[in-house]
């Protein structure tokens, strides 16, 4: 498969994430699950369109963090935009992973990863390779991800993952208990090229 098939099927304009039907699964869940008083965070946010909704439709404090400056740039237009009516609004870091978070931050954390199994020949050296490639087994992203998200994670605190079968779930759910997560389905849906599933990730750490 190509780049541009890639970019195509998971609706990447230019260099920045644009909103999908994964987007719009981890959302659904997210407003389900966040309450007001919620600190949350969106790690690879994106254009924003998820950290925008959960901000909009919970009021929680919500921060959205990307690599990307371009993303960066484009969440924090939207999030000036929320602002300008009303709805609240929410802050955007340049961020890789949870890196610059100081421990025990947040009540929620959130993540649409990169998870699109990738050709290790076809080598990208571009922002879209970052919004779309897995790496071969497509857990490239995810796999550090799930090893430091404990980290940020108040005592009460919990994950919403979303998980592609293209990059494994069992495999995902294998690496999150190895970490001290149980897991829990919070919404799925199939289409005719993976299922995806958000998966409720908690401490079973005491």
Not at 104 to 112: G, I, K
């Amino acid at each position: 498969m190509s780049r541009d098939d890639l970019a195509a099927r998971r609706g990447v304009e230019t260099s920045v994430y644009q909103p999908a039907e994964d987007s719009a699964l981890l959302a659904r869940a997210a407003v389900d699950a966040v309450s007001a008083t919620d600190r949350t965070l969106e790690v690879g946010t994106g254009s924003g369109w998820v950290a925008e909704r959960i901000a909009a439709e919970t009021t929680a404090e919500v921060v959205a963090a990307d690599l990307n400056p371009h993303a960066c740039r484009q969440a924090r237009s939207r999030a000036r935009a929320l602002e300008s009516e009303g709805e609240g609004g929410f802050d955007v870091v340049a961020a890789d992973l949870v890196s610059p978070f100081a421990d025990a931050t947040f009540d929620v954390v959130l993540f649409n990863p990169p998870y699109l199994p990738t050709d290790p020949d076809n080598e990208w050296d571009d922002w879209m390779e970052r919004a779309l490639s897995g790496g071969e087994s497509g857990r490239a992203v995810i796999d550090p991800f799930l090893d430091t998200v404990g980290r940020v994670l108040s005592p009460d605190g919990f994950v919403l993952l979303l998980v592609s079968s293209l990059a494994g779930y069992e495999a995902v759910l294998d690496r999150a208990r190895a970490r001290g997560f149980s897991a829990e389905k919070a919404v799925e849906e199939s289409y005719p090229f993976e299922t995806l599933t958000v998966v409720r990730l908690r401490s079973d750490r005491d």
